[in-house]
């Protein structure tokens, strides 16, 4: 294998077969050692966390399956904490998708003079940042994205379409086991000419609340995994 790209929470290598394999680290996203979805940087290390999200990544995989969404998932090695996926090629230098059903966290942070922290946002808000630490992760519109050459709009409508029902299936998952899925950070690529899900679904790329408290990403997946 050879090593391709070393992210914040998983590293990616090249298989002889074509495709691509995921090995998922104990590092999550934050700031001052608390967890956080959405800093753009790793704030702290979480003992077990990589192969506790690759259960989490491997479950709704399986379950997007069923509905009949393609993803670029193909198997898993829970032990190693690896995932076999096909190859997608991401847009620009990285692009994150972040899907919004309550006002919260940094969206509070740029808007918070015009709406109250925790308030629903009617039918998900999705935006869209470049993946670039030194900048702080900008936001980007889909007319940026298009002007920029990174996707085409149609590219853009059917990413966002995709990110819609995708956070339907979840939220719709975690309500039934007594959880609101509050946010959820996606990253789609290109896989031939068509715009697939990539890298993971895991706890640690989510906020979950129960009732008025946030699920730290460890208990989020036993509740997901061990009903």
């Known amino acids: 294998m050879k090593k391709i790209y070393e992210g914040k929470t998983k590293d990616v290598y090249s298989l002889d077969n074509g495709n691509v394999m995921l090995k998922f680290k104990d590092d999550c996203t934050g700031k001052d050692g608390v967890f956080d979805p959405g800093e753009n940087t790793v704030g702290l290390k979480i003992d077990g966390i990589g192969r506790e999200n690759l259960k989490t990544s491997i479950y709704y995989f399986e379950l997007l399956k069923k509905a009949g969404i393609k993803t670029h998932y193909v198997s898993a090695d829970i ?32 808007y918070g ?23 702080g ?25 995709q990110t819609l029902k995708i956070t339907k299936i979840v939220a719709d998952d975690l309500k039934s ?30 906020r979950v609340y129960k ?6 990403p460890v208990e989020l997946t036993k509740l997901i995994l061990n009903r």
Do not use: Q
Request: hydrophobic share 40%.
């Open 79 to 110: 032990e190693n904490a690896t995932m076999e996926v096909l190859p997608g090629k991401v847009f620009g230098h990285g692009l994150e998708v972040i899907c919004r059903l309550v006002a919260t966290g940094s969206f509070i942070r740029r």
């Open 113 to 135: 003079e015009y709406i109250a922290d925790g308030t629903p946002l009617a039918g998900g808000y999705v935006e869209c940042t470049f993946k670039n630490d030194e900048k």
């Open 137 to 161: 992760d900008p936001l980007v519109t889909s007319e940026g994205l298009a002007a920029l050459g990174v996707m085409s709009e149609e590219m853009f409508a059917s990413m966002k379409e």
């Open 177 to 206: 086991i007594g959880l609101d899925l509050w946010d959820i950070k996606f990253e789609f690529g290109y896989n031939g000419d068509e715009v697939i899900l990539i890298d993971e679904i895991a706890s640690g790329n989510m």
């Open 211 to 216: 009732g008025k408290d946030i699920v730290p």
